[in-house]
């Protein structure tokens, strides 16, 4: 066992015996061979553990799951294709048709649609609410058909951070789950669990792989959430599963029952698995994670602050920056930083903004965040160009927003590339 962030990113996950690969081996098979069919049956009815089929298990991708759940303090973990599968599966698993929940507004674009539209087509309804209101206004979105609370950590692209306790008092009030989005944050500099949140989810495709290399998603369980204590209205874990010959996942597994209802419905039948390939990239990445959260929020705060000594530029959003909005709610949850994005408005607006961006030179217009090179982007003309007007606002995206992902080159050359494109406007 190891006990800090940086050890567990090196050596958790695949534990090598004697004789066998350094590193991670890519499992590039769809399929393991049995040599009885009895053994293969078990398999099928979940009566034995073991690799029959890639679309619901790959002991590469369980290798990694297992890396990122020890550095959540998590007892189970999936990797997923994406971080919308992610937060798809997450929510899906314990609603259904018929249920509610509730999410913070203040969160990413594609989660925002994935929760507003194309959930509510299944018969699933979320309401959104501002997360910063306080718990008596907050109690009132409550129903009794409601099944989760859903959250970020820090919020893409606002940058805000999300009061965990608040929210996790509420959710458990109510006998629900408080699911969040870690993406931002990582365990590396924030433990959801250790603040309430019982379900955690990741865009892998962002600070985990760092390198911008593959799309990828985890959820991780913390086991903490009691199913069988609010039976009724967690039907899927606490009834009998039909499509596995009657079995209870809560009675049956336990701590170990989200993860497995997960897989076996979720992936058995949508099957937005991570690719082995794409797993080992995200392993390699996960190696170095800790560096490179330390050196992203090191350059992103001297930016912050040479920004907001800067009189072309309007206004700044970094929770980590004295003074911020967030700076209270940052300090007690991430006390070592909380990540390298960072958002602000340039005097002149969105004219302005556009001028700008084309004027740097190697911070480059992408449609990514949170990986070693700097880019940046502007949310109302790209990310989140489906909302109305009325829902940025709702969403907390300002017309003028600039959403700065900083990478880990030297930051005087980052500083000096900003310099030159202010100096042009
Ligand atoms: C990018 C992102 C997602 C979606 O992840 P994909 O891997 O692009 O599917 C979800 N949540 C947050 C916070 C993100 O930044």
Same mark, same amino acid.
């Given at each position: 066992?190891?006990?800090?962030?940086?050890?567990?990113?090196?050596?958790?996950?695949?534990?090598?015996?004697?004789?066998?690969?350094?590193?991670?081996?890519?499992?590039?098979?769809?399929?393991?061979?049995?040599?009885?069919?009895?053994?293969?049956?078990?398999?099928?009815?979940?009566?034995?553990?073991?690799?029959?089929?890639?679309?619901?298990?790959?002991?590469?991708?369980?290798?990694?799951?297992?890396?990122?759940?020890?550095?959540?303090?998590?007892?189970?973990?999936?990797?997923?294709?994406?971080?919308?599968?992610?937060?798809?599966?997450?929510?899906?698993?314990?609603?259904?048709?018929?249920?509610?929940?509730?999410?913070?507004?203040?969160?990413?674009?594609?989660?925002?649609?994935?929760?507003?539209?194309?959930?509510?087509?299944?018969?699933?309804?979320?309401?959104?609410?501002?997360?910063?209101?306080?718990?008596?206004?907050?109690?009132?979105?409550?129903?009794?058909?409601?099944?989760?609370?859903?959250?970020?950590?820090?919020?893409?692209?606002?940058?805000?951070?999300?009061?965990?306790?608040?929210?996790?008092?509420?959710?458990?009030?109510?006998?629900?789950?408080?699911?969040?989005?870690?993406?931002?944050?990582?365990?590396?500099?924030?433990?959801?669990?250790?603040?309430?949140? !019982?379900?955690?989810?990741?865009?892998?495709? *962002? %600070? #985990?792989?760092?390198?911008?290399? +593959? @799309?990828?998603?985890?959820?991780?369980?913390?086991?903490?959430?009691?199913?069988?204590?609010?039976?009724?209205?967690?039907?899927?874990?606490?009834?009998?599963?039909?499509?596995?010959?009657?079995?209870?996942?809560?009675?049956?597994?336990?701590?170990?029952?989200?993860?497995?209802?997960?897989?076996?419905?979720?992936?058995?039948?949508?099957?937005?698995?991570?690719?082995?390939?794409?797993?080992?990239?995200?392993?390699?990445?996960?190696?170095?994670?800790?560096?490179?959260?330390?050196?992203?929020?090191?350059?992103?705060?001297?930016?912050?602050?040479?920004?907001?000594?800067?009189?072309?530029?309007?206004?700044?959003?970094?929770?980590?920056?004295?003074? !911020?909005?967030?700076?209270?709610?940052?300090? *007690? %949850? #991430?006390?070592?930083?909380?990540? +390298? @994005?960072?958002?602000?408005?340039?005097?002149?607006?969105?004219?302005?903004?556009?001028?700008?961006?084309?004027?740097?030179?190697?911070?480059?217009?992408?449609?990514?965040?949170?990986?070693?090179?700097?880019?940046?982007?502007?949310?109302?003309?790209?990310?989140?160009?489906?909302?109305?007007?009325?829902?940025?606002?709702?969403?907390?995206?300002?017309?003028?927003?600039?959403?700065?992902?900083?990478?880990?080159?030297?930051?005087?050359?980052?500083?000096?590339?900003?310099?030159?494109?202010?100096?042009?406007?």
């Amino acid at each position: 066992m190891t006990s800090n962030s940086g050890t567990k990113c090196i050596h958790e996950g695949w534990k090598p015996s004697e004789g066998e690969p350094r590193q991670l081996p890519i499992y590039q098979s769809t399929t393991f061979k049995y040599d009885s069919s009895d053994v293969m049956g078990q398999l099928f009815d979940l009566e034995r553990e073991g690799y029959f089929y890639t679309r619901l298990q790959n002991p590469t991708n369980d290798a990694v799951a297992a890396k990122i759940c020890e550095l959540e303090g998590g007892v189970a973990a999936m990797l997923t294709s994406s971080g919308q599968a992610a937060n798809f599966y997450a929510i899906f698993n314990i609603c259904e048709a018929g249920d509610h929940f509730i999410a913070s507004s203040a969160i990413y674009g594609g989660t925002y649609n994935l929760f507003g539209v194309t959930m509510k087509k299944m018969g699933i309804e979320c309401t959104f609410v501002d997360q910063t209101l306080p718990a008596e206004e907050l109690e009132k979105y409550f129903k009794p058909n409601t099944k989760a609370v859903f959250g970020e950590t820090i919020t893409n692209p606002t940058v805000t951070i999300f009061d965990f306790e608040k929210f996790a008092k509420l959710a458990h009030d109510h006998g629900v789950p408080l699911i969040v989005d870690n993406t931002f944050a990582t365990p590396v500099n924030c433990k959801p669990f250790e603040w309430g949140a !019982d379900i955690v989810t990741h865009s892998t495709t *962002k %600070y #985990m792989d760092g390198h911008a290399v +593959g @799309v990828g998603g985890c959820i991780v369980d913390s086991g903490n959430f009691d199913w069988m204590a609010h039976a009724e209205k967690f039907p899927g874990l606490t009834t009998p599963d039909e499509s596995y010959h009657g079995i209870t996942y809560a009675e049956k597994f336990g701590k170990g029952a989200y993860i497995t209802k997960a897989t076996a419905q979720l992936m058995r039948d949508f099957g937005a698995i991570q690719s082995p390939q794409n797993a080992f990239y995200l392993n390699l990445g996960l190696e170095t994670l800790h560096l490179r959260m330390k050196q992203h929020c090191e350059n992103a705060l001297a930016i912050a602050k040479y920004l907001k000594a800067n009189d072309k530029v309007a206004w700044v959003h970094y929770a980590d920056l004295e003074g !911020d909005d967030y700076n209270d709610l940052a300090k *007690k %949850y #991430m006390p070592n930083g909380t990540c +390298g @994005v960072l958002a602000f408005g340039i005097k002149g607006g969105r004219e302005a903004s556009i001028k700008f961006m084309d004027n740097l030179n190697f911070i480059s217009i992408v449609t990514h965040v949170a990986d070693a090179k700097s880019c940046l982007l502007h949310p109302a003309s790209h990310t989140h160009r489906q909302l109305t007007e009325e829902q940025l606002i709702e969403a907390g995206v300002a017309p003028d927003l600039i959403r700065l992902s900083v990478g880990i080159e030297n930051v005087e050359d980052l500083i000096a590339d900003l310099e030159q494109a202010f100096a042009r406007l």
